[in-house]
C-alpha cells in the first residue's frame, strides 16, 4: 500500500476490507429481476453480465466508457486500437445495452476529444442527441508542440422525445459583477446578500465550475480516470426523479453509484475489477452518513472555489433562523 502524507484522504481499502467487503458483490449466472439488482454492484466482465440483465429497467444510463487510449487500470490495460476496431467494440457494447433502456431513458457518454469523433455516429444511429456538454478538467498536460488538453465531452442522448429533464434542479450559483438595479434600486434577476451578489443561471453546454478529485477530497479514490461527483451529480439531477434507476456499465471507483445513493435514485453498476468495486462499497458505506456532493448545496450548483461563500451562505440562512425562532419565542 502506498504511503501517504498525514493529510491525504484518499480512500483505501486494506486486505481485510477487500475481504470483506468483496462478498457483497454480485457475478451474474442467470437472469435477474430489477428488484434483486437495485442499490447492487456487480464485480463481473461487462458482455459477460448483459445477457443477464432484465428488459427496459434503466431510466438513466450513465457510460464513462474507456477512452481510446492505452491506461492501466489497477492491471487491467485497456490498449489503444485502431478507429474502426474502436468503433466496432464501441457499437457492440452499446447495442447490446440498447434492450435495458426504458421507452423515456437517457443517456450521457463521456469521452474526449479524439473518441468523441468515434462515438458520435453511433449514438446518432441509436438515439436522438440534445447536446454535447465541455467541460473543463482543470488540470491536464502541457505540451510544447500543441495546446494544453484540459477539456472532455459528454454526450447527451434521449430514447425517445418523452423524456426527463429537470432544468431549476441545476442552476449554477454565480457572483454577479456588475449588478443592474431597477428603477426602484431592488435586484433585478439577482439576490443580494451580505456575502455578495449572486444570481442563479441556466446551465450551459459549457461547464467550467468542476473540481477533478484531488489528494485531500474525500471522494478520491486512485482510479485513474474517477470523475468528480458533482460532475455526476448534474446529470442524474437533471435526467432523472428521485427513485428512478440509475446504471452504470463502467462503474470504475463507484462515483455513479455514489451519487445515486446521495440523491434519493436506485442504482445498479458493473466493474471488472474487484478492488474498484470494493472501494465503491465502501464509498458507498460512507455516503449513508454524509450525503454532501462537493460544490452543491442547498439544492445549487455553485461556482468552483466558491466554498466560502457556501459557509456564508450556511451561516447567514442559520442566523436568519435563530433570530426568527428568538422573535417567535
Known sequence: MKKRAPR?????CTEAELASLSTHLLQLTQPISSD???????????????????????DLLIMDPPYNLTKNYNGHVFRSREADEYISWFSHILSSLLTILCPNASLYVCSDWRTSNLVFPILDKHFHIRNRI?????????AKTNWKNNTEDIWFCTVGDD???NIDDVKLKRRVIAPYRLEDGKPKDWEE???GNFRLTYPSNLWSDITIPFWSMPE?????????????????LASSNPGDFVFDPFLGSGTTAVVARKLNRRFCGIELNREY???????????????????YSDGVFWERNSLNDQKNEKERKTSHSETLELFND
Not at 491525504?8 to 483505501?12: G, K
Not at 465541455?134 to 502541457?142: A, D, F, L, P, S
Not at 470494493?278 to 464509498?283: E, P
Request: aromatic share 8%; glycine share 4%.
Open 163 to 165: 423524456y426527463c429533464f
Open 134 to 142: 465541455t467541460w473543463e478538467r482543470e488540470k491536464g498536460r502541457g
Open 193 to 195: 446578500s451580505r456575502n
Open 220 to 236: 478520491n479514490t486512485d482510479h485513474p480516470t474517477q470523475k468528480p461527483e458533482k460532475l455526476i451529480a448534474k446529470l442524474v
Open 8 to 12: 491525504n484522504r484518499t480512500l483505501t
Open 36 to 58: 434483486l439488482l437495485t442499490d447492487c454492484i456487480i464485480n463481473q466482465d461487462l458482455e459477460q453480465a448483459l445477457p443477464f440483465l432484465p428488459m427496459r429497467f434503466v
Open 277 to 295: 468495486c470494493c472501494w465503491a462499497a465502501k464509498r458507498l458505506m460512507q455516503a449513508e452518513v454524509d450525503k454532501s456532493i462537493q460544490g
